[in-house]
């Protein structure tokens, strides 16, 4: 019998009334390995549903809304009290103004970065832009840099050689690609139509080692590697410096660097997917011409009046303009979200304390404004009241100036530059993150919903198999008694017979002494004696 472990014992008597003589055994029952093995796969995978659904019940927990009233109202007051902010201080969008704090700035590091590698002004010129960056320009030559002169029909122009070539895109492409012409010999152009064209050219001497054995050779390529990597990166800041305020013969209108974002978009209108589309041209016009109803400028429509009173030549100069006035209006913005996670923070804490009532045993998790639900919904309810605020204050300026003329352009125009764009994107981005976590918590809740019906139906299934060892045992035990039952009357049968003729012993020892008495005089006495 292949007993794996007791469960129970299972008590059988027989009793025996006329007699005064009763038989108990003990009936031991087990359960077979095969069965064994299946219950405990059973328990070990219920086990690892319960901790699925704990982890999971923490994480539904996290994506819910525990927000209250209190709540609620602090995060609209925020959005107000924000938007009287922004009203005030922030006020209208104003290109010309943060275009020509551009220009300043850019043309102070220019200044500045000539001067430090060793340009110095003469005498009755003064400090010069263009001086300067002619200097730079000589001192910092980039391998290519005038190649396009070489492609007659392609359009790639003096203005417009910044943007088709990737080497002169202040990004990490553009210094990829710059490492490249130094390797491969070669520039690369993409003109309007996203056409490539490679030219042929000679690079930089860099003072490149040669070695003339194996090793020698094999150390040398490396350090040459590092050397023109080094040279490279040095000589393409510099010659970026020379034209990000425009080129030598012309100060203010000439051809700048593209900024990150007009680098990125021409980068990816290189790309097939976009080569017979008109995306690559439509760049071109915004870099070289710029955002407006002008000739061969590209039409914003009401987004016009955001560029207007400055060059609106989409270069780095306008792009680091267009970041100025949107640091402008972020200043709001980032006060609203101080107050409503500070808010969170407070509270959360306060009620922490008070359950832990030990500052080393506080879970930061429940009071860092971080990564859940509630801090989500509040900021959803600051911006979007602080965005309404916004329209509101820009549509109700703007009626006042245009005398009540709703719907006239100037009307229209106005409010665009009122409206806090910083402010609007914040709201967007708060929504889709409160809606994708409501997403996520609805596909948790249903994968707990699966886990729960799984773990019952393997509870059901314990039942089962706990059933069947029952019944085996029931069956076991009556068999096992059927047969103790047996076992039991023949063994009271034998003691039956054994008493008789025991009864029967004792009375021929009776007859037997008595007729050996009768026979042996005085042997009664003398087998007593030898006993005691």
Same mark, same amino acid.
């Given at each position: 019998?292949?007993?794996?472990?007791?469960?129970?014992?299972?008590?059988?008597?027989?009793?025996?009334?006329?007699?005064?003589?009763?038989?108990?055994?003990?009936?031991?029952?087990?359960?077979?390995?095969?069965?064994?093995?299946?219950?405990?796969?059973?328990?070990?995978?219920?086990?690892?549903?319960?901790?699925?659904?704990?982890?999971?019940?923490?994480?539904?927990?996290?994506?819910?809304?525990?927000?209250?009233?209190?709540?609620?109202?602090?995060?609209?007051?925020?959005?107000?009290?924000?938007?009287?902010?922004?009203?005030?201080?922030?006020?209208?969008?104003?290109?010309?103004?943060?275009?020509?704090?551009?220009?300043?700035?850019?043309?102070?590091?220019?200044?500045?970065?000539?001067?430090?590698?060793?340009?110095?002004?003469?005498?009755?010129?003064?400090?010069?832009?263009?001086?300067?960056?002619?200097?730079?320009?000589?001192?910092?030559?980039?391998?290519?840099?005038?190649?396009?002169?070489?492609?007659?029909?392609?359009?790639?122009?003096?203005?417009?050689?910044?943007?088709?070539?990737?080497?002169?895109?202040?990004?990490?492409?553009?210094?990829?690609?710059?490492?490249?012409?130094?390797?491969?010999?070669?520039?690369?152009?993409?003109?309007?139509?996203?056409?490539?064209?490679?030219?042929?050219?000679?690079?930089?001497?860099?003072?490149?080692?040669?070695?003339?054995?194996?090793?020698?050779?094999?150390?040398?390529?490396?350090?040459?590697?590092?050397?023109?990597?080094?040279?490279?990166?040095?000589?393409?800041?510099?010659?970026?410096?020379?034209?990000?305020?425009?080129?030598?013969?012309?100060?203010?209108?000439?051809?700048?660097?593209?900024?990150?974002?007009?680098?990125?978009?021409?980068?990816?209108?290189?790309?097939?997917?976009?080569?017979?589309?008109?995306?690559?041209?439509?760049?071109?016009? &915004?870099?070289?011409? *710029?955002?407006?109803?002008?000739?061969?400028? @590209?039409?914003?429509? %009401? #987004?016009?009046?955001? $560029?207007? =009173?400055?060059?609106?030549?989409?270069?780095?100069?306008?792009?680091?303009?267009?970041?100025?006035?949107?640091?402008?209006?972020?200043?709001?913005?980032?006060?609203?979200?101080?107050?409503?996670?500070?808010?969170?923070?407070?509270?959360?804490?306060?009620?922490?304390?008070?359950?832990?009532?030990?500052?080393?045993?506080?879970?930061?998790?429940?009071?860092?404004?971080?990564?859940?639900?509630?801090?989500?919904?509040?900021?959803?309810?600051?911006?979007?009241?602080?965005?309404?605020?916004?329209?509101?204050?820009?549509?109700?300026?703007?009626? &006042?100036?245009?005398? *009540?003329?709703?719907?006239?352009?100037?009307? @229209?125009?106005?409010? %665009? #530059?009122?409206?806090? $764009?910083? =402010?609007?994107?914040?709201?967007?981005?708060?929504?889709?993150?409160?809606?994708?976590?409501?997403?996520?918590?609805?596909?948790?809740?249903?994968?707990?919903?699966?886990?729960?019906?799984?773990?019952?139906?393997?509870?059901?299934?314990?039942?089962?198999?706990?059933?069947?060892?029952?019944?085996?045992?029931?069956?076991?035990?009556?068999?096992?008694?059927?047969?103790?039952?047996?076992?039991?009357?023949?063994?009271?049968?034998?003691?039956?017979?054994?008493?008789?003729?025991?009864?029967?012993?004792?009375?021929?020892?009776?007859?037997?002494?008595?007729?050996?008495?009768?026979?042996?005089?005085?042997?009664?006495?003398?087998?007593?004696?030898?006993?005691?």
């Amino acid at each position: 019998m292949d007993i794996l472990e007791q469960k129970s014992i299972v008590e059988f008597k027989q009793e025996i009334p006329d007699d005064n003589f009763s038989v108990e055994y003990e009936i031991v029952p087990y359960i077979k390995k095969e069965q064994n093995s299946d219950i405990y796969a059973l328990d070990q995978r219920i086990s690892s549903i319960d901790t699925e659904i704990e982890k999971l019940n923490s994480e539904i927990d996290r994506l819910t809304n525990h927000a209250d009233g209190l709540d609620y109202i602090v995060a609209v007051s925020s959005g107000i009290l924000s938007g009287i902010i922004d009203s005030i201080f922030v006020g209208e969008w104003n290109f010309e103004h943060a275009k020509a704090i551009s220009n300043e700035e850019i043309n102070r590091k220019v200044m500045a970065f000539a001067k430090k590698k060793g340009w110095q002004p003469h005498e009755g010129n003064g400090e010069r832009l263009d001086l300067a960056i002619k200097y730079l320009e000589k001192k910092y030559p980039l391998p290519g840099d005038g190649a396009f002169e070489q492609l007659a029909g392609s359009g790639i122009t003096k203005n417009t050689h910044h943007i088709d070539d990737f080497c002169h895109h202040p990004n990490i492409v553009g210094l990829i690609c710059c490492l490249l012409v130094q390797f491969k010999g070669e520039t690369i152009y993409y003109n309007n139509s996203s056409t490539k064209y490679s030219i042929p050219i000679l690079v930089n001497d860099y003072g490149q080692l040669q070695g003339t054995t194996l090793v020698t050779k094999f150390f040398c390529g490396i350090i040459n590697w590092f050397i023109t990597v080094a040279k490279t990166i040095a000589n393409a800041k510099g010659h970026w410096m020379s034209d990000i305020a425009g080129s030598g013969t012309s100060k203010h209108g000439g051809a700048g660097l593209p900024g990150p974002v007009m680098s990125l978009l021409k980068e990816l209108s290189a790309l097939p997917c976009f080569k017979d589309s008109n995306f690559s041209e439509n760049l071109r016009k &915004v870099y070289q011409n *710029g955002i407006g109803t002008g000739k061969k400028q @590209i039409d914003l429509g %009401i #987004l016009n009046s955001l $560029f207007e =009173g400055a060059s609106s030549k989409f270069d780095i100069r306008t792009e680091n303009a267009l970041k100025h006035e949107l640091k402008r209006q972020a200043v709001p913005v980032v006060i609203n979200e101080a107050l409503v996670r500070g808010f969170y923070t407070i509270r959360h804490f306060i009620a922490e304390y008070k359950l832990k009532n030990d500052f080393y045993k506080l879970d930061w998790k429940n009071i860092l404004p971080f990564k859940n639900r509630t801090i989500i919904r509040m900021l959803t309810i600051s911006t979007g009241t602080f965005t309404a605020f916004d329209l509101a204050d820009a549509t109700i300026r703007s009626a &006042v100036k245009n005398a *009540g003329q709703i719907g006239s352009p100037l009307f @229209i125009k106005d409010i %665009i #530059l009122r409206v806090n $764009f910083v =402010g609007i994107g914040r709201f967007a981005i708060a929504i889709s993150t409160d809606v994708s976590m409501e997403v996520k918590k609805s596909t948790l809740e249903y994968k707990r919903i699966e886990l729960f019906i799984e773990q019952n139906e393997l509870l059901n299934a314990k039942i089962f198999y706990r059933q069947q060892e029952m019944w085996i045992q029931i069956a076991n035990t009556e068999s096992s008694a059927k047969k103790l039952l047996k076992i039991a009357e023949q063994s009271i049968q034998f003691e039956k017979e054994a008493y008789k003729d025991m009864l029967q012993s004792v009375n021929n020892i009776g007859i037997y002494a008595k007729k050996a008495e009768e026979k042996n005089p005085g042997l009664r006495k003398k087998l007593l004696d030898s006993m005691w």
